[in-house]
């Protein structure tokens, strides 16, 4: 199929899939839509190791002094769990069309192994974010998986079939190092990413450098600098950055207190989570979860309802 052909299609389905704005949950485990039909500003965010396509619109990321351009030519890999912040550029004429597809990475795993020598790339520099084209083989995938996912017979039958063929796309394309990496304890990259993946099942938790640096078996002075040529912040930052986005969320999905949500991530002052929340967000939490649930999305779910936030 031509590109262009492609790429109508493919927003065609979107624009099924994603009838609402913000964020809607398909039916498959792991696969989310994005619908913005006006430009959204610079804003943190957290995202899981994913891969984002974006079948109309542009979204721009920044992470450091990086910025990465996601859009109809290009989609996104995160190998790591990362905070950063994200821009949307889209129009009531051209709304942002996007699907995120998050990274097993127990199935990323086993598809690693089972490659031959002659799927392995060249060693690069691995990364924890990268934008690089889209080419026929992954688009292929990814416009069968959303035809895949207008029917619930073939999602429950065909999905995860899908999903593999799009990890392997990935996995033996440009970006596969940087998630190999993130997968192989054995290099600095895969301890750093062990170590993000210990932070966000233990954010709550009294978690400290010495602690992390020892499970990842190097110095506290070898584990900072490689923690931050991954991430681009420090350690403890990158914990305070996981506590609140996961407080944001916790208050705007589960209307729980401030207060409560502090508490819930691991802050043991309130005053000292507000005043963090405000430097990172830019409002109170409570202004946040305001403005937030006026952005609110439901989504049905079996039988309960997901709320989800416009990002």
Partial sequence: ????????????????????????????????????????????????????????GRKRGFLGEQSFIYDAQQFLVLSVPLPFESETIASPEEPLLAMSIRINLAVAAEIVLSLDESHHQPQALPVGMCATPLDNKLGDAVLRLLETLTSPTDTRILGSAIMREIYFRVLTGEQGPAIRAALTHQSHFGKISKALRRIHTNYADGLD????????????????????????????????????????????????????????????????????????????PVEEANQMKNMLVEIPAENSSRYVTVQ
């Fill in 209 to 284: 450098v010495d602690t992390l640096a020892t499970e990842a078996g190097m110095s506290v002075a070898a584990f900072h600098a490689n923690f931050k040529g991954v991430t681009t912040t420090s350690p403890m930052q990158y914990l305070k950055t996981t506590r609140l986005h996961k407080a944001r969320l916790l208050m705007i999905q589960d209307g729980l207190s401030a207060a409560t949500a502090a508490g819930r991530v691991g802050y043991e002052s309130t005053s000292q989570f507000s005043r963090e929340f405000k430097r990172f967000f830019g409002r109170t």
């Fill in 1 to 56: 199929m031509e590109k262009e052909t492609r790429q109508q299609r493919m927003i065609e389905l979107m624009g099924k899939l994603a009838p609402s704005e913000g964020q809607t949950l398909s039916a498959l485990e792991g696969v989310k839509f994005m619908r913005a039909s006006k430009s959204l500003p610079r804003t943190p965010v957290l995202y899981e190791p994913s891969v984002v396509i974006v079948c109309q």
